[in-house]
């Protein structure tokens, strides 16, 4: 396998002279300021931001690409944020045509269905159900713990969190310590959105704010749960309202360390509100959005030891260009996801093993499996072979 090495950048190839001048200050060990990534997102000359980023990543990770074997279990769409969350077309209420929620068989049915002994990790999120609160999910970890107790259990957003919290009027902390005894182990980053009270306002109004996304992580960490985080971008947010977005994950990482990857997650306009009110159909970001989002996430997100590429969002093309713009981790093989399709995703539900690794080697990267923690459980030869 392909290991880290020392930071080498090609500064003769940067063409902006801001891009290079950052680049120095990185090389010299110096941290960006939020005008440095104010800077990065303005700059044409993505091909030198790309340099900075691949350099910054392969100094960190070499060339190699880690992925994880994990399935999606969405158990409920049923949601008090129906009508407020203006970007969601998964969400249902109680009595509208498609609402749902899972018993527990059919959980564990779907746990089996997608399992076929490959699975290595369970990503579970869903709806804010007035009705799924805190026995239903510590009654699903156990029973998902019992069957498949190698499987590791992400789930549960800081959204969800709250509300399970305030629905049974018990503190974030008595709450999460309750679902980690059940077999909770990690936590994903969805919810946060934009941190910006402006453009929550208009997205997202009634919504976990920006100090409580960051109080449940907070606490969370402090328990020994550690937890990913995101920002959804590309619907009416700004370029200082992405800065400060990322000024306050790297604030809470500085001070608790308990973040795993930075993972962004682009917006689509298709089957909601937003889309509609904007105008807008399709694909919402460019190309070129998507990759300045994952390389300045890479050079500001400086004590963020992985950046995600979910190609879910932005499919698998420019998640292997993203390759080199400082991404060193693809989500994985994933089975039957359902949030972002209901908004206009157009990529595939699922990955195979084989498609994984060859968009990977496509890159020229190294692929890896790794475990919840970003541990590598094996490499691969040519073939395809567990090396």
Same mark, same amino acid.
């Given at each position: 396998m392909t290991t880290a090495a020392a930071l080498t950048i090609p500064f003769e190839r940067i063409a902006d002279p801001a891009v290079r001048d950052i680049a120095e200050r990185i090389a010299e060990g110096r941290r960006l300021e939020g005008r440095d990534a104010a800077a990065l997102y303005r700059t044409a000359d993505l091909t030198g931001l790309g340099l900075v980023a691949d350099a910054v990543n392969r100094a960190r990770h070499g060339d190699v690409v880690t992925f994880a074997s994990n399935q999606h279990i969405n158990p409920t769409n049923i949601c008090t944020l129906r009508t407020t969350c203006v970007f969601c077309g998964y969400a249902r209420l109680p009595k509208e045509a498609g609402a749902y929620r899972y018993t527990l068989d059919q959980v564990l049915e779907e746990a089996r269905t997608g399992n076929q002994g490959l699975t290595k990790e369970f990503h579970i999120v869903g709806g804010l159900d007035m009705k799924a609160g805190?026995?239903?999910? =510590? =009654?699903?970890? &156990?029973? +998902? @713990?019992?069957? +498949?107790?190698? !499987?590791? /259990? @992400?789930?549960? =957003?800081? !959204?969800? /969190?709250?509300?399970?919290? &305030?629905?049974? @009027? &018990?503190?974030w902390a008595e709450v999460l310590t309750a679902l980690q005894a059940a077999g909770l182990d990690t936590m994903p980053g969805g919810g946060a959105e934009t941190f910006s009270a402006a453009v929550r306002e208009e997205i997202a109004n009634k919504k976990l704010g920006a100090a409580d996304y960051i109080g449940v992580h907070r606490t969370a960490h402090g328990l020994g749960i550690r937890s990913n985080c995101t920002m959804l971008y590309g619907h009416v947010e700004t370029i200082q309202d992405r800065v400060e977005h990322l000024q306050m994950l790297r604030d809470l990482q500085d001070e608790t360390g308990g973040f795993l990857a930075f993972i962004p997650l682009a917006y689509h306009p298709d089957d909601n509100e937003l889309g509609a009110r904007l105008g807008r159909r399709g694909t919402a970001t460019s190309g070129v959005a998507d990759l300045k989002m994952l390389a300045v996430g890479r050079l500001f997100l400086d004590n963020f030891a992985h950046v995600k590429s979910h190609w879910i969002m932005v499919g698998t093309a420019l998640s292997q260009i993203a390759l080199h713009y400082g991404v060193n981790d693809l989500e994985g093989t994933v089975v039957r996801e359902k949030i972002y399709h209901a908004v206009g995703a157009k990529t595939q539900q699922a990955m195979s093993l084989p498609e994984l690794l060859g968009l990977i080697r496509g890159a020229g990267k190294v692929p890896a499996?790794?475990?919840?923690?970003?541990? !590598? /459980?094996?490499t691969f030869d040519d073939d395809g072979e567990a090396a």
């Open positions: 805190l026995e239903y999910y =510590t =009654t699903m970890f &156990r029973a +998902l @713990k019992a069957e +498949l107790p190698n !499987v590791h /259990i @992400k789930a549960l =957003t800081a !959204v969800e /969190i709250a509300h399970i919290a &305030r629905i049974e @009027k &018990r503190s499996e790794r475990d919840s923690f970003y541990n !590598v /459980i094996r």
